[in-house]
C-alpha cells in the first residue's frame, strides 16, 4: 500500500515553494508600486493643494469685496440724501434725517452704530444698536470723539473717499467687551459746496461676515492682522494676545508679512492670502482639515492593502498552474492506492462539500436577515427625512425667488444657509439615533421636555407659520424626564408632523396645535391635540399598527408605530391616542 500521507505532503510542500516564489517576487514588485505611488500621490497632493486653495481664495475675495461694495454704497448713499445733507449743512429737517438713520439701521441688522460727527468731533445725531438684529434707538447724550482714530483719519480725507478702520472688538467703559465682539468702522468726510462738514460714521457688527468668510468644507481658516496677531484662529477671536510667530518661525513670519499677493507652504498644507479692506491690510490662513489628511493617508493604506490582497490571491493559481505536471503524477500514483483509502478520500470530500454548503446557506440567511433590518431601518429614516427635505427645498424655492426679484441680500442668504444647515444636522442626527436605536445599549440623560418641543419647533416652525398653524405649549413647572432625548424627539417630531398634516389635508379654517405638560401625582402627562376633526373611530384602534396609513400615496404607516415602540420599549411609557373637542390628542404617559 502506498504511502498517502507521503505522497500528499510531497505535493503540498512542492507548491508551497512555488507559492512562496512567487509570492516574494510578488511582494518586491508591490513595493516598487507603492513607491512610485506614494511618489504621484505626494505630487498629485501638492498640485490639487495648489488648486483648491486658489478657488477657495478666489472665492473668499469675491465675497469679501461683495461686502465691502455694499457698505461702501450704503455709506455713500446716506452721505448724499437730500434731508441728511441740509441737516448737514443748515441744521435743518431733524425729523427727515432722524427717519433716514433709522430706516437704514432697521433695513441693516448688522449696523452696530450709525453717527455724523461735526468737523469739531462732536456727535450731531447718533442712532445705536445693543446687539445683532435688534431695533435701533436715538442716543440723547452725544459725546465728543475728537480724539478718537478713526476721526481724526477720516476728517483729513478728501471729498468722495472712503475709511476703513481694522478689525477691533466693541469696547464697552473702556474695556474690551468679552465675550468678543467683532466690529468694523466705516467713514467719510460729508462736503457740501467743496466745504467739509464733518464725519459720516458705520460701527457693522461683523460676527456673522467672519463665520462665513473663515468657514470651509476642506479648509480651518484664519485672520490676522498686518502685524501678524491673530483677529480670528481655530473659530475664537483674540485681541493681539496670539501671533503667527507662536505657528511658525522667524524667517517664515517675515517673509508672510511681506508677500504682494500669496504664499504656499507645502510642507504644512497652508496657503496665505493678502486681502485689503479699502485702506486696512489683513491675511487670510488657509490650512488643510486633518480629516481631508487622513482621508487621503486612509486612501493610500487602502490601495495598498487592495494591491496586497490582490498578489496573495494572484500567487494561488499561478502555483497551481505551475504545479500541474506533479499534480498529474501524483494523481495517477495516488488511484493506484487502496480501495479504503479511496472510499475514505470520497467520504471527507462529501462531508466538506455539505459543510461548505451548510455554511453558505447561513451565511446567505445572515445576510437576508440583515438586509431586512437595514430596510425597516431605512424606511423609518425616508420617513423622518421627508419634511426636512420639504424644508430644503422650500428654502431653496424662496432663494430663486429672491434671486428673481433681484431681492437677495447677504442677510436672507445667510440666514437660508444657516436654516438649511439645520435641516442636513437634523437629518444626520437622524441617521445616528436611528443607528443607537438598534443597540442595546444607549445613553440616557435628564432633559427638559419643553426643550424638545422648542427644538422641533426650530426646525418645522416656518412649515407651520407658512400653514397659518399655531402652536401653544403650556408648561407651568418645566418639567423633567429621564430617557434618550433624541429618541423623544423623534416621537415628538411625528406627533407634530401628523397634526400638521391633518390640519392642512382637513382645510382647517383655524388650525392650532395644542401642547400641555403635567406631572400628575407620579406620572408625566404630556398631550398633544389638534382641532382637525379627530380620526374615523373605525380606524382609531388601528393607528398605531405598523405599516398603517391614512395619508394614501403620502404616508409609510411606520412613524406612530415607530413612536409607540420608542414610548413603551425605551421609556417605559404609554403612548395613546382619543377624539377631543372635535380634535385627536395623543396622550403620553410616562
Known amino acids: 500500500m502506498i504511502n498517502i500521507d507521503k505522497v500528499s505532503n510531497s505535493n503540498k510542500n512542492y507548491k508551497y515553494k512555488i507559492f512562496l516564489s512567487f509570492f516574494i517576487f510578488s511582494i518586491l514588485v508591490l513595493a516598487s508600486i507603492i513607491l512610485v505611488h506614494l511618489e504621484f500621490s505626494k505630487k498629485n497632493s501638492i498640485k490639487k493643494f495648489k488648486t483648491e486653495s486658489h478657488l477657495q481664495s478666489k472665492d473668499k475675495t469675491i465675497f469679501l469685496n461683495s461686502f465691502l461694495q455694499e457698505k461702501k454704497d450704503s455709506l455713500i448713499a446716506i452721505r448724499d440724501n437730500p434731508y441728511f445733507r441740509e441737516f448737514a449743512s443748515n441744521g435743518i429737517y431733524p425729523h427727515n434725517t432722524d427717519f433716514l438713520f433709522f430706516t ?5 441688522k448688522e449696523y452696530m452704530q450709525m453717527r455724523f460727527l461735526d468737523i469739531n468731533g462732536i456727535e450731531q445725531l447718533r442712532f445705536d444698536r445693543d446687539t445683532y438684529g435688534q431695533s435701533a434707538y436715538k442716543v440723547a447724550n452725544l459725546q465728543n470723539k475728537s480724539n478718537r482714530y478713526y476721526f481724526i483719519k477720516t476728517i483729513s480725507l478728501k471729498d468722495d473717499d ?5 478689525i477691533d472688538f466693541n469696547m464697552e467703559k473702556g474695556k474690551v467687551q468679552k465675550p468678543y465682539i467683532p466690529v468694523l468702522r466705516i467713514a467719510t468726510p460729508v462736503y457740501i459746496h467743496e466745504k467739509l462738514k464733518g464725519v459720516l460714521i458705520i460701527n457693522i457688527f461683523i460676527n456673522k461676515f467672519m463665520h462665513l468668510l473663515t468657514s470651509s468644507p476642506i479648509y480651518n481658516i484664519s485672520v490676522f492682522d498686518k502685524n501678524g496677531f491673530f483677529v480670528k484662529n481655530d473659530n475664537q477671536y483674540y485681541d493681539k494676545t496670539r501671533h503667527i510667530n507662536k505657528i511658525f518661525d522667524k524667517e517664515i513670519v517675515s ?27 489683513i491675511f487670510i490662513l488657509y490650512k488643510s ?19 496586497l490582497i490582490f498578489t496573495i490571491f494572484l500567487s494561488i493559481p499561478f502555483a497551481l498552474l505551475l504545479s500541474r505536471p506533479i499534480k498529474d503524477m501524483f494523481e495517477i500514483v495516488i488511484k493506484q492506492s487502496d480501495k479504503l483509502h479511496e472510499i475514505a478520500t470520497t467520504l471527507d470530500k462529501k462531508v466538506e462539500e455539505e459543510t461548505l454548503k451548510n455554511a453558505k446557506k447561513d451565511r446567505l440567511l445572515q445576510h437576508q436577515s440583515k438586509m431586512a433590518e437595514l430596510g425597516d431601518m431605512i424606511g423609518n429614516i425616508a420617513h ?19 434671486k428673481s426679484k433681484d431681492k437677495l441680500t447677504d442677510e436672507i442668504l ?46 418645522i416652525g416656518t412649515v407651520l407659520e407658512h400653514d397659518n398653524i399655531e402652536v401653544s405649549i403650556q408648561d407651568t413647572k418645566n418639567i423633567e424626564i429621564y430617557g434618550i432625548k433624541n429618541q423623544f424627539s423623534q416621537v415628538v417630531l411625528n406627533l407634530i408632523v401628523n397634526a400638521k398634516d391633518a390640519l392642512v389635508d382637513n382645510s382647517i379654517v383655524n388650525p392650532i396645535i395644542d401642547i400641555t405638560i403635567l406631572k400628575i401625582k407620579n406620572n408625566i402627562v ?24 391614512t395619508k394614501k400615496d403620502k404616508g409609510t404607516g411606520i412613524g406612530l408605530y415607530l413612536s409607540r415602540t420608542i414610548i413603551e420599549e425605551e421609556m417605559k411609557g404609554k403612548l395613546e391616542i382619543q377624539n377631543i373637542n ?7 404617559t410616562l
Open 289 to 307: 482639515k486633518s480629516e481631508m489628511l487622513n482621508k487621503i493617508r486612509e486612501d493610500d493604506i487602502k490601495m495598498t492593502a487592495i494591491i
Open 414 to 459: 445667510c440666514d437660508s444657509l444657516i436654516k438649511s444647515n439645520e435641516q442636513i444636522d437634523f437629518m444626520s442626527n437622524t441617521i445616528d439615533d436611528f443607528k443607537d436605536f438598534y443597540k442595546p445599549n444607549k445613553e440616557k440623560v435628564y432633559f427638559k421636555i419643553k426643550d424638545s418641543f422648542s427644538d422641533i419647533l426650530k426646525i
Open 384 to 402: 423622518q427625512w421627508r419634511h426636512p427635505l420639504t424644508r430644503l427645498s422650500l428654502i431653496l424655492q424662496n432663494l430663486k425667488l429672491y
Open 162 to 166: 472712503i475709511f476703513f478702520s481694522k
Open 526 to 549: 404630556i398631550s398633544i391635540q389638534d382641532n382637525a376633526g379627530g380620526i374615523d373611530e373605525s380606524i382609531i384602534c388601528d393607528i398605531f399598527n405598523p405599516y398603517f396609513t
Open 255 to 281: 517673509n508672510i508679512l511681506k508677500i504682494k499677493d500669496h504664499i504656499i507652504l507645502f510642507d504644512q498644507n497652508i496657503f496665505i492670502q493678502k486681502e485689503y479692506l479699502n485702506n486696512q491690510t
Open 104 to 108: 437704514m439701521m432697521q433695513e441693516n
Open 582 to 588: 372635535n380634535g385627536a390628542c395623543f396622550i403620553i
